[in-house]
C-alpha cells in the first residue's frame, strides 16, 4: 500500500523517512567532519561541495515529506501510550519536521551569504541558485558567521532529539512490546 493505513505507515512515508534519516544521520556525520578539518586541507573544498548536493536533495524529499504528512493522516498512536508520552511523541515529531526543513534551509543561506560567493553545483550538474537577500550587508563575513552558527546548533539539537528518538523508538519495540517500530519498517507485516 502507498498510503498510510489505520495500523501502519505506507510505502511513500516509509520510503521518504529511511532516505531522510539515512541522509540526515550521514550529513551530521560528513558535516563534523568537514568543520574539524584544517581550513588549508584539500579535501574540503569538494567535501563541502558534495555535503551541499546532498543537503538540497534532503531539502526537496523533506518538502515532499511534510507536503505527503499534510494530505495523508497518520495510524494513531496505541490507545495504551499515557498522555504524557503522545503530548511528547507529537512535539518531537513536529521538531524533526521543522529540524529536516530548517538545517538544510540555514545552510543555504550561509552559501548564500558568503562574501566568497562560492557557486552551488548540484552533483556538478547545474547550478542551484543562491537565496535571495543575503547580499549587501555592511558586515557580511558576520552575517554570514551567524548563519554558520544557526546550521551548527540546529543540527546539534537534531542530534539530540534523534538521540531520544532513537531511544522512544526501541522502548516501544523492546520493552512495551508494540507495533510502533515495526509500522515504519519496509517489508514487515502489522498483525
Ligand atoms: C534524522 C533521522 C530521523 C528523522 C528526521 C526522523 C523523523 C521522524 C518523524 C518526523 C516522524 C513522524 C512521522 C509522522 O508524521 O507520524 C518519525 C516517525 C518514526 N520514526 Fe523517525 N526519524 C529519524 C530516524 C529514525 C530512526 C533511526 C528510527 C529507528 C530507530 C526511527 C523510528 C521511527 C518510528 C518507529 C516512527 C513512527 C512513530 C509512530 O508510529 O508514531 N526514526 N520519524
Ligand atoms: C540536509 C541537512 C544538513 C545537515 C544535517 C547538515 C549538517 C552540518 C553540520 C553538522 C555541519 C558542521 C557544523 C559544525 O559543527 O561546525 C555542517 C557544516 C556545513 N554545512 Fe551543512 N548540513 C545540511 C545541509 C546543508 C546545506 C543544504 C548546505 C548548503 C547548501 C550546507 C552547507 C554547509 C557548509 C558550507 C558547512 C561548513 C561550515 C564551515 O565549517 O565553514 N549544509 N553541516
Known sequence: MLTNSEKRYGAVAVTLHWLIAIGIIGMLILGKYMADLPRADPSRFELIQLHKSFGITILA?????????LVNKVPPLPPQMPAWQRYAANASHFLLYVLILAI??????????????IPTIWFGQFEIPHLPGLQGFADQHAVEGQ????????????????IIHIGAA???HFWD?????????PFTRVK
Open 61 to 69: 524529499l523533506s518538502v515532499l515529506r511534510v507536503l505527503w504528512r
Open 147 to 162: 548563519l554558520r552558527e544557526t546550521h551548527e546548533l540546529l543540527g546539534n539539537l537534531m542530534i539530540g532529539l534523534l
Open 177 to 185: 512490546r508494540d507495533d510502533v517500530l515495526i509500522r515504519m519498517l
Open 104 to 117: 538544510p534551509l540555514s545552510g543555504w543561506a550561509m552559501v548564500s551569504a558568503s562574501p566568497l560567493g
Open 170 to 172: 526501541l522502548k516501544h
